[in-house]
């Protein structure tokens, strides 16, 4: 039996979204490859509100992520922190010889605007990485107040994971001062996993022409060069069936469903899910910064995670256990994407009578 | 209306496979992905004729090829090419700081084993990169003939670029002696781009080990030892669809059709283009080390390349014109992946009526 996912990634997808990822080939180079792959930047920027260009990559959004903080560090980087893929960042930069501190929070806890001003205010740093919505934590960090503070550093290129966010959670990419803001397809834009997408300032442009030793399949400035001169064909093969759908599912998003309205049904998502989770457990993180995508339910009832889990399973649903150390402290529900209210209320009336809540 | 694809990649897709692309998304950390990603990691070992690991990566085959060359050279590369793709291992090397030395051959010749034994005698190279088949000029490298000149040097490393040959020409990899064979889903296999896939060997994994900087989403060592403590799941979320895809085409690659078929197939329909080719224009490259996965023309008889593919796409074929410098010079016809003996006949019959032939 398919289990409807509630994980944060991957997520569920509407059958007409698996249907564009099963059209048949064209090829790379033709002209259709470079209309599609056009519409789709076109259309990515409305989802990130920037005039900036779009870079598509065919990998997980870690592609991305690697490829900025690597690319467009000449100095140092300030990875700020609030879980496991705050974290992932600074293990990109270390293991690309990128000079990088990390600079991190307290589990369930938000970033703190005052200390990226205190950091930056060193001299340090060129570049500030931040993940918007931390999915291992349920935190969303205040992404604006932070992009204000970067706005104090001319010098500094700001980077940001909206992996597990974007076209669920507004965020107003050139409002903010974002140089390089990266998602991928299997979160919030309701695709399968397998393609990632970022945002490409000038600033940021003009930062990696400085920088030696970008590598190959992962330099942003590759791609960039490449796109502007090949009408928006990239130099490797990319994965078309993930253009086909995303294509499609963009369209969707503008002209049907609307982000506004997208917006405002993940938020109205996020409320059912701490209602519920307020009424029968608690909320493990930090009230004013809770994820609008993920809700990360503290498991003050001390159930059996994976014994719910399986029980879920048998009924077609499958949510998440607590990430990393919070394995069995915590759980995690997923409100994402195409999910619908009913889905949603449905899965946790579910959850009620397994619990017998 | 559809163009049936003749080009090196992407190739036409079995409807029965692109339906694999649109199955439901599961968890990327559950038993069955587990399941799944073993299942592929055991059928690509008989694809590949090795004991080795086998590493999935979510990229184009340029992916596992800059991790290949990057992870694996401690003091120097030999990269011998016979094309662009050739020369693509040496960018990736320069572009990483990794030190390399470009050894060019002559367009449409193959590389001499000679050559290698003499490179690899001066004792400078700890790793030799070499194209099987390259797509570029359709020469086929004499890969078994360079393992044997590879063996006399025990300390260097042998990675090679199947991308566009690997399940469509046999190539036993251990025999071979070579340590990390690299290929992508949407050649010879038979499945949309978007997925690559290598072979790791024991010696490879030591040598990457010495390795510092190595990265992160390209790291073999990283994605190695992964999956080993992770029952085959992988750090960042994979390409599923692909995954639901190449599991079942392995299945019919195998059990179906037979492997063994299947160079066969891939011999016959090499033959008929061959003979083809020299009936009406002449071969392009060195016939002792002609390519069973695509042919290029000599465009002898001067026609208008992209003329004669806008023709054939009315009657829903597509070719390729010739590469780079070799545009209008040659064209290449791909016989790779599904593609049928009749399928192929009706192409150059069609190609035939259009010229006149």
């Given amino acids: 039996m398919h289990k409807k996912l509630f994980i944060p990634g991957p997520v569920e997808v509407r059958p007409e979204v698996l249907a564009k990822m099963a059209e048949p080939m064209i090829g790379h180079r033709s002209k259709d490859a470079s209309a599609l792959q056009r519409r789709i930047s076109d259309n990515m920027r409305k989802i990130f509100f920037t005039e900036s260009e779009i870079l598509i990559s065919t990998t997980s959004g870690s592609g991305l992520m690697e490829g900025a ?35 991190e929070v307290e589990m369930g806890k938000a970033v703190d605007p005052e200390e990226v001003d205190k950091a930056l205010a060193t001299g340090e740093y060129d570049l500030v990485a931040v993940t918007h919505n931390e999915t291992s934590t349920g935190i969303m960090n205040p992404i604006e107040e932070i992009g204000e503070i970067v706005k104090k550093y001319p010098e500094v290129v700001f980077i940001v994971d909206m992996v597990s966010s974007a076209a669920g959670s507004k965020v107003e990419v050139d409002k903010c001062g974002i140089d390089i803001c990266i998602t991928s397809t299997q979160k919030c834009i309701g695709l399968p996993p397998g393609m990632s997408i970022c945002t490409f300032s000038e600033k940021a442009r003009k930062r990696a022409e400085q920088v ?42 503008l002209n049907e469903e609307g982000l506004e309205n997208r917006f405002a049904r993940h938020k109205e998502m996020a409320k059912i899910v701490r209602d519920w989770a307020e009424k029968n457990f608690e909320l493990y993180s930090d009230k004013n910064h809770l994820s609008n995508t993920v809700t ?8 059996d995670v994976s014994a719910l889990n ?31 209210v009913e889905d949603l209320k449905e899965l946790l009336k579910n959850i009620d009578e397994i619990l017998g809540l």
Same sequence: chains 1, 2.
């Avoid at 990360?296 to 159930?303: E, G």
């Avoid at 029980?311 to 994402?336: C, P, V, W």
């Fill in 69 to 103: 903080i690597r690319c467009c560090t000449a100095k140092k980087a300030a990875v700020f922190s609030v879980g496991a893929f705050g974290k992932r960042w600074y293990e990109m930069a270390v293991s690309n010889n990128v000079q990088a501190d990390l600079y």
């Fill in 212 to 253: 030696p030793n970008r590598g190959y399949y992962l330099d942003l400035l590759q791609l960039y060069k490449y796109i502007q001169k090949k009408d928006y064909q990239y130099p490797s093969t990319p994965s078309l069936s993930h253009m086909f759908a995303l294509d499609y599912q963009l369209d969707y998003i």
């Fill in 296 to 303: 990360n339910v503290k498991n003050t009832k001390n159930i």
């Fill in 310 to 340: 399986k029980a879920l399973g048998e009924r077609g649903f499958q949510i998440s256990n607590g990430y990393g150390s919070l394995k069995d402290k915590t759980f995690r529900i997923a409100h994402m994407a195409d999910c619908k």
